[in-house]
């Protein structure tokens, strides 16, 4: 039976003896405040894993202050403050408390005031509990995912962002130095966020190398500062065998209730911001914008359209030709294979959009021995009237690293009756070409099959001279940028005749593209170049269409026409055929040797 002490109030030692009882069948730990007397009682269990002078206390207040964690410390004051203000009679926090490990772990405090008859509160009963794995990420310390969602619901700030952190090329480092850095990455990258998160603010381990953040600000600058901190802070963070390992985290950031109010709508925002940071270099944060995210998703629709096109037998897909014209005599050499794409839903789209989509899905694979395919079906029967008719058809890198180009290409010609001059391979300057040793073993078979390899949009790339050194390859496309100003220009002009000179050296052939008038050829004919391309000559079309305009027309007029009539006919005509004719005895014998000398460099090598 309770006892009244004797101001009325109900003795302490019954609600003692019942906490004690009590304790002694849980795993947590009960506990009981005598505000009035400011003497605290709690499961002696606590101090196997805390520092705690005794179970029973006196001034409790000040014992748990030595032992929270600094950041928890004003929320706990803050609690407890209401609780003895009479704001509330209900105290629900989760804090770190030191162990005696000397480090922090996660502990979830609830508890109920009874007040005294004058309704001042009197005692706290509660619960002390572990915050246990499935809420705590053991190597961070951080709260998971699923605390998250719970403190977006309970926030009592009604405007805030949502930051999405994630480690750049998380991957590579665990990969290339093993799991073991990549954690200790992980925890150095928890430990910067940490160190600069501000008072208010939460955050969160997320699936993989990802970190959450919930701020209660809004200011695009107070975010862009975090992030540059976090980001310094990181840079020195994580050394192995001595040696930094130079580690960059990106991030999106979504706003409440700006962007969205629903949690699920605002993970999925800053989530995708933090993508497009991914997409677009790494290593920056990215705020969340309507617009940026209709696009994207757009994007993703019509990758879904490219994929179902490719399933349905390629509907949708057409090739056009352009035609390539000799420039010594201006007769047809051949045409360029572009690929066109139709959509139902999406209408006409341009190669510069939906080709990278392809790259990206892997697409391009079937899509570019599809191409490859219809352009050789097209240029047998071409070859039918033009007898050297040469189809270029342009090639992906990713179609070189995911496909065996060569030999699908070599069966393709062989089934079709061509012989292997019959195709030009265009392949992009880019960045991959670099790996020379690669990208020559891989084309020596068809280089040895005598099948043309161009260098497209030569020029525009990182290093372009250092291609036309170490790649095998017969002719250099010059992009159109560098005709472009040719005619008002003094410096672009002489910088085209270098850039021929410089291929005719080496023994290449020049094709200049986006060639589109009399004056441009005019201005380029006495430079030499070999090949024209360009909407002067003609424009992209479809098959039944080049057949018609260009099959069996001479462009001999359009190249006469441009001017150059007079020194282009007769002798002078007849002079420019026989250099033409030089230049490819001398690409075909300078090819023969690089090949040569190629195959003994690999004999070394072996
Ligand atoms: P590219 O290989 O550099 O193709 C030349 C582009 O320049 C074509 O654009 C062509 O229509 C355009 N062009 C030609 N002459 C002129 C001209 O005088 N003036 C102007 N303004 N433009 C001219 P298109 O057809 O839009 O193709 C764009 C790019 O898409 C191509 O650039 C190529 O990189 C890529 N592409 C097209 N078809 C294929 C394909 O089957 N496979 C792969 N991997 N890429 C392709
Ligand atoms: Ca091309
Ligand atoms: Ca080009």
């Not at 709690?42 to 179970?55: A, E, G, H, T, V």
């Not at 073991?180 to 430990?191: F, I, K, M, Q, T």
């Not at 030089?582 to 690409?587: G, Q, V």
Request: with cysteine; net charge negative.
């Amino acid at each position: 039976m309770e006892k009244r002490t004797l101001t009325g109030r109900i003795d302490p030692s019954y609600f003692l003896r019942l906490v004690s009882l009590l304790n002694e069948s849980t795993d947590d730990y009960i506990y009981m405040w005598d505000i009035a007397d400011d003497y605290f009682y709690i499961s002696p269990r606590l101090m196997d894993k805390c520092d705690l002078p005794d179970s029973r206390i006196h001034g409790v207040l000040s014992v748990w202050d030595g032992l929270l964690h600094p950041k928890d410390a004003d929320s706990f004051k803050e609690s407890i403050r209401q609780l003895l203000d009479g704001e509330t009679n209900l105290h629900n926090m989760d804090y770190r408390l030191r162990t005696k490990a000397g480090d922090y772990e996660w502990f979830n405090c609830r508890g109920k005031v009874m007040p005294g008859e004058d309704g001042a509160p009197e005692y706290l009963f509660g619960v002390l509990s572990l915050v246990n794995e499935r809420y705590v990420d053991t190597l961070t310390g951080f709260f998971r995912m699923m605390r998250l969602k719970a403190d977006f619901a309970a926030r009592t700030v009604e405007t805030g962002s949502l930051v999405i952190f994630g480690v750049d090329n998380f991957k590579d480092i665990n990969e290339k130095y093993g799991w073991h850095w990549g954690n200790r990455l992980l925890s150095s990258a928890a430990a910067a966020i940490s160190a600069c998160l501000p008072e208010d603010a939460a955050a969160y381990r997320l699936d993989g190398d990802k970190f959450g953040l919930l701020l209660p600000v809004c200011s695009a600058r107070q975010v862009r500062t975090l992030f540059e901190r976090v980001s310094q802070r990181l840079l020195s963070a994580v050394s192995v065998k001595g040696r930094y390992l130079l580690c960059t985290m990106s991030a999106g950031c979504a706003q409440y209730p700006d962007d969205g109010e629903k949690y699920e709508e605002i993970y999925q925002y800053a989530e995708s911001a933090l993508h497009l940071a991914k997409r677009t270099g790494k290593n920056k944060l990215a705020f969340f914008r309507k617009e940026k995210y209709n696009d994207h998703v757009q994007l993703i629709s019509m990758r879904e359209a490219l994929l179902r096109s490719v399933s349905n037998s390629f509907r949708g897909f057409t090739l056009t030709y352009q035609p390539q014209v000799s420039c010594a005599d201006g007769s047809l050499k051949g045409a360029e294979a572009l690929l066109r794409w139709e959509s139902p839903v999406y209408g006409k789209r341009s190669p510069v959009e939906f080709i990278p989509l392809l790259e990206e899905s892997g697409l391009i694979v079937p899509v570019g021995r599809w191409v490859i395919g219809q352009a050789l079906e097209q240029c047998a029967r071409w070859r039918e009237s033009v007898p050297e008719f040469c189809m270029s058809v342009n090639l992906s890198y990713v179609q070189l690293e995911q496909d065996d180009v060569p030999d699908f290409l070599l069966k393709a010609l062989k089934e079709r009756g061509l012989p292997p001059n019959s195709v030009a391979l265009e392949i992009t300057e880019s960045g991959q070409l670099r790996d020379y040793k690669y990208f020559n073993g891989l084309f020596s078979g068809l280089a040895g099959e005598s099948v043309e390899i161009a260098i497209d949009d030569f020029g525009t790339g990182y290093s372009s001279l250092a291609y036309l050194k170490h790649l095998n390859v017969d002719l250099v496309k010059v992009d159109k940028c560098f005709v472009d100003r040719i005619l008002s220009s003094e410096y672009d002009y002489r910088f085209l005749r270098n850039l021929i000179e410089l291929a005719h050296s080496v023994a290449l052939e020049v094709c200049l593209e986006g060639v589109e008038s009399a004056e441009e050829v005019r201005a380029v004919l006495p430079l030499c170049p070999d090949v024209f391309q360009g909407y002067y000559f003609g424009r992209p079309c479809p098959a039944e269409e080049f057949s018609e305009k260009y099959l069996n027309a001479s462009f001999a007029g359009a190249v006469a026409g441009s001017g150059a009539a007079g020194e282009r006919a007769g002798t002078a005509g007849e002079t420019a055929r026989e250099l033409s004719r030089l230049r490819a005895e001398n690409r075909r014998l300078s090819k023969q040797l690089r090949l040569l000398l190629a195959s003994g460099e690999e004999g070394e090598d072996g």
